[in-house]
């Protein structure tokens, strides 16, 4: 219906919904574009980024809302995204947390990406991230937190509780139950991560995970089944989100592939920070390779839908 959206990201609301609908999601640098205008939610961790069509797209849209004021800003011009090749990139795949406990089908569609990559000149290697598991703790303590402190600030809450829907409520009075050294500690974990992802890009252009761990879930679902254990729906779906939230560096989700039931597969790349540039080149070669083995999972999911028994 739209050229693009704007999405806000603070543990993934960009990034998920692209995964699960099978667009491309920025969230680009923080600070890449201002939050002013913004209810926050968390002020260390929001984002605004694009929801489009193809990564193409996506920068025309960051060029347009990147803030010219921010003084960390490096700019950003959607024309520095060169052509879309492959070869000759490498590639990160965390050693540590990332790949855990995911959907089969979604394990499948990285896994099979990766080949294709691999097969189109991609240089794919293992990379460390050890505090990794840390993260999305960390973030959420932020979160928590810093959503109180603003919505006290403003006298919202908890003066005007009962105007709150359940779920928002329930999280802010978790909020006032974060320790001042819990806070602290989270903080102190956001620059470790920022420190291992730095590690990192000196052995990788870009680093590659599942952008979700589950394709979309029934609408009303609490809590799911992976690999045999129970999770519940809002901690899988931020899992390999946040901590690109946590460190700060920009994040894309691109579509790769449908599941067997015509959900749509999201793959994440996470970038330096501020080289959305560099981040979206990539993503928009990935997209191209992996555009007639999406075609081909599509039509092969539609064809087994036509298959089954009505209801």
């Given at each position: 219906m739209v050229f693009a959206a704007l999405g806000t990201d603070t543990g993934g609301s960009i990034r998920i919904p692209a995964s699960l609908c099978g667009v491309v999601g920025l969230k680009p640098t923080y600070g890449r574009v201002s939050c002013r205008g913004v209810i926050p939610l968390s002020v260390s961790l929001d984002h605004v980024g694009p929801l489009a069509r193809n990564s193409t797209d996506a920068a025309v849209i960051l060029e347009i809302v990147s803030d010219p004021r921010h003084k960390f800003r490096s700019p950003f011009s959607a024309r520095k995204v060169g052509r879309a090749v492959l070869k000759g990139i490498t590639l990160g795949r965390p050693r540590e947390?990332?790949?855990?406990?995911l959907d089969p089908e979604v394990?499948?569609?990285?896994?099979?990406?990766?080949?294709?990559?691999?097969?189109?000149g991609v240089r794919i290697t293992e990379i460390p991230l050890p505090s990794a598991a840390a993260w999305g703790e960390a973030g959420a303590q932020i979160a928590l937190a810093e959503a109180r402190q603003h919505h006290e600030s403003q006298g919202y809450f908890p003066a005007r509780a009962n105007e709150y829907g359940d779920d928002v409520r329930a999280r802010l009075e978790q909020g006032a139950a974060v320790k001042a050294i819990d806070y602290?500690?989270?903080?102190?974990?956001?620059?470790?991560?920022?420190?291992?992802?730095?590690?990192?890009?000196?052995?990788?252009?870009?680093?590659?995970?599942?952008?979700?761990?589950?394709?979309?879930?029934p609408l009303g679902a609490s809590v799911l089944q992976i690999r045999g254990g129970?999770?519940?729906?809002?901690s899988a779906m931020v899992r390999l989100d946040r901590p690109?939230?946590?460190?700060?560096?920009?994040?894309?989700?691109?579509?790769?592939g449908?599941?067997?039931?015509?959900l749509p597969i999201g793959l994440?790349?996470?970038?330096?920070?501020?080289?959305?540039?560099?981040?979206?080149q990539i993503a928009g070669a990935a997209a191209k390779e992996l555009r007639v083995m999406r075609r081909t999972d599509f039509k092969a999911s539609l064809n087994s839908a036509a298959a089954r028994p009505a209801g």
């Open positions: 947390f990332f790949f855990d406990r394990e499948s569609a990285i896994e099979a990406a990766m080949k294709s990559f691999e097969r189109a602290l500690q989270a903080m102190s974990l956001r620059k470790r991560a920022a420190i291992e992802f730095d590690e990192a890009f000196g052995r990788a252009d870009a680093i590659i995970t599942p952008a979700t761990p589950v394709p979309a879930t129970e999770e519940t729906v809002r690109a939230n946590v460190s700060g560096n920009p994040a894309v989700s691109i579509p790769c449908w599941t067997k039931n015509g994440q790349l996470i970038g330096r920070h501020w080289d959305e540039a560099m981040l979206l």
